[in-house]
C-alpha cells in the first residue's frame, strides 16, 4: 500500500510529507479528522480486524472540546450528552472522599462538562473518516527512522513507508517502546531520576 499526496502543493509547498498513523483508537481518528479537513495524505495502521466501539460512559472536559467543534462533531455529541454538575471521588469501601461542584465551568469556559456513552463519540468520530484510510490486521511490531523517512514493520511481514509517524496505539504503545529502545541504542535518553 502506498499513500500518495493528493495535492501537488499546499500552502506553497510542492510535497506533503505522508502521515502514518498507529492506530484507529479515539486519538488516531481525532488526528485523521483534522489531517482530512486540510486534505493532507496519511493511512491508518491498526492491528484490530475491526474497531468494536466498547465502554460505557466517558466525560469529557471543555479543553478538548474545542477540537470537538473543530471535526464538527460537536452539536451531534451534545445531543447525546448529559451535562455535568459536579465529581465525587469514592474509595473502595464506596466511602466519598472529595467532592466538588462544577456547575460554573461553563461561565469560565464556554463548554460544559460533558458525560455520555463512549460508543457514541467513537462513532461520530468513525463517520468523518474514510473506509479505505484504515489498514486493520496490521500490529505494528517495530519502526525504523532514518534522515529520510519513517518506515513501520507489521506482524503480516508487510512495511509501509512515511514521512511523519504518530503513535496512537494506546497505552502499552508499541511506537513509543521502540522509540525508546532507538533513543537508548542511540545514547539519547535522559539520565534515568534516582529513586527517592
Ligand atoms: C475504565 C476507563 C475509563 C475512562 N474514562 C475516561 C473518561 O471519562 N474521560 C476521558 O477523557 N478518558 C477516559 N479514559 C481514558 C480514555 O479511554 C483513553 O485516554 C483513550 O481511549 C485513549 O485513546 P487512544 O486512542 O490513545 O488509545 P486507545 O483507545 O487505547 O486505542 C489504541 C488503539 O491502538 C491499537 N493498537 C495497539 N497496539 C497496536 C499495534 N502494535 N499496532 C497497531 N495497532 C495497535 C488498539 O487496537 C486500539 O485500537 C478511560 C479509560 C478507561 C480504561
Known sequence: MAIQSRNSSFQGKQYLPRVLIVARGLAGLLLAILLEHINWPYQIFERAEAVKPIGSTLALSPNILSAMEQTGIYEDLLKASVRGVGINLYNEQLKMIFSTGITTIKELSVYDYLVFPRPVLYDLLLAKVPKEKTAFKKKVLSIKQTDDEVTIHCSDNTSY??????????????????????????????ARTPNR
Open 161 to 190: 513507508e512515511g514521512d511523519i509517524l504518530v503513535g496512537a496505539d494506546g497505552a502499552y504503545s508499541a511506537v513509543r517502546q521502540c522509540l525508546y529502545k532507538q533513543l537508548a541504542q542511540e545514547n539519547k535518553l535522559p
